[in-house]
């Protein structure tokens, strides 16, 4: 991590997947932050950019891209000069305006690790071993994936700023009350619908929400979980996810944050249907 995200000041994109041994599904989440060791179950993380030390004795700046010196690091790229050849070489491209980039192939193995169809042939391998991935037939092909994976990464990235979906009924916010105490189903059979607090309550939340699984669970699943106020048995120390909203003067967070997942889980599920069938 120290090479990924040496200061707060270095951008990265880290794709984060679950690391060998996990008993969950395979599941795969794009971050460009610091991650938690268990984001996807003990975390495997593989960065868009790597980043070294500036070491005068170790370098001749005279042949480094000034563009790849980054507040004091030298900046590398993570996705090898190897993969970036065969990828070019196989689809024939060799003008520079048309290659393919470091970067579109960083994107092109997010869209194949949302794959149905990858996940669900290689599942057993996905829980025992790293991913290994497959490069496609047709640039059609491999072009739709990259961009796939592009969409992928800007929903999951930048969730905080999705739309909150409209097409839910929110009762109860007159009141002006969004304090989380625990969320939970107002039926364990049927999760349309979400009891935010004694005020609030949130209805008709489409089935295809719960399609969009990280981490073994639904995303939207994994808020009700998360956003509840807890106490540690042994030290006493609370932990109230209301208290970030009070301190930034955002009353509504938690509740905006569950109506924006609901737009991303949904948008991403419409993504993954959309991708072509591969056979292996």
């Known amino acids: ?65 000034s563009d790849n010196i980054v507040n004091g690091y030298i900046r590398h790229d993570a996705v090898t000069d190897y993969i970036h050849k065969k990828c070019n070489d196989k689809f024939g491209l060799t003008d520079s305006k048309t290659k393919i980039t470091k970067k579109d192939i960083f994107f092109y193995v997010y869209g194949i690790l949302h794959s149905e169809g990858y996940k669900t042939v290689f599942a057993t391998n996905l829980k025992k071993e790293m ?89 939207i699943e994994g808020i009700v979980d998360r956003y509840k106020v807890t106490m540690h048995p042994k030290t006493k120390i609370r932990n109230d996810p209301n208290d970030w909203a009070k301190e930034h003067g955002q009353p509504r967070y938690i509740l905006d944050l569950l109506l924006k997942v609901i737009t991303v889980s949904l948008e991403t599920v419409k993504i993954v249907e959309w991708l072509p069938n591969l056979t292996f």
Do not use: W
């Not at 270095?10 to 395979?26: A, P, R, S, T, Y």
């Not at 990259?146 to 992928?152: C, I, T």
């Not at 409209?166 to 619908?193: H, L, P, W, Y």
């Open 131 to 219: 991913p290994r991935i497959p490069l496609v037939d047709t640039l059609e092909f491999f072009q739709i994936f990259v961009k796939a994976g592009r969409d992928l990464a800007k929903l999951h990235v930048e969730y905080e700023s999705a739309e909150p979906y409209r097409g839910v009924e929110v009762t109860g916010t007159e009141r002006g009350n969004f304090i989380v105490d625990k969320m939970k189903f107002a039926d364990k059979e049927d999760k349309s619908a979400i009891i935010y607090n004694p005020f609030i309550t949130i209805k008709d939340i489409p089935s295809a929400t719960y399609d969009y699984i990280v981490n073994g669970n639904s995303a």
């Open 1 to 65: 991590m120290p090479n990924i995200f040496p200061t707060k000041n270095h951008n990265n994109l880290v794709l984060c997947i679950q690391g060998k041994g996990e008993g969950n599904d395979f599941s795969a989440i794009m971050t460009n932050l610091l991650p938690d060791l268990q984001l996807v179950g003990n975390s495997q993380c593989f960065p868009l950019y790597y980043y070294e030390e500036n070491a005068s004795d170790k370098f001749n700046y005279k042949l480094i891209n």
